[in-house]
């Protein structure tokens, strides 16, 4: 199993910067690729950005130039960097992790709880 624990999550004015960490615990070994969704009420989860083992990283047009993922694998932790913030970034932020066990040729994927993101005008 895997477990995923997000924080950094918080009230920021518009330009400002926050960010965001994801902890991982389990099977990271069996990670295959790691990232940041978004929601708000009323509307479906989005994807923000999303990193494989191999470093590609996929960025929605909406945070391109502003948001930045990295990883640290000696903490087993991957960030989100926020720069320039926007009032349309306020969401639930979500860590996924997808995930092939060893020995099994099908994909879990594992959400973390979120952290709310706020950002005000």
Known sequence: QVHLAESGGGLVQAGGSLRLSCAASGSIASINAIGWYRQTVGEQRELVTIMTTEGSTTYADSVKGRFTISRD?????VYLQMNSLKPEDTAVYYCRADVRFSGQ????????????????S
Do not use: C, D, H, L
């Open 73 to 77: 694998n000696a903490k087993n932790t």
């Open 105 to 120: 040729p099908f994909t879990y994927v594992y959400w973390g709880q979120g952290t709310q993101v706020t950002v005000s």
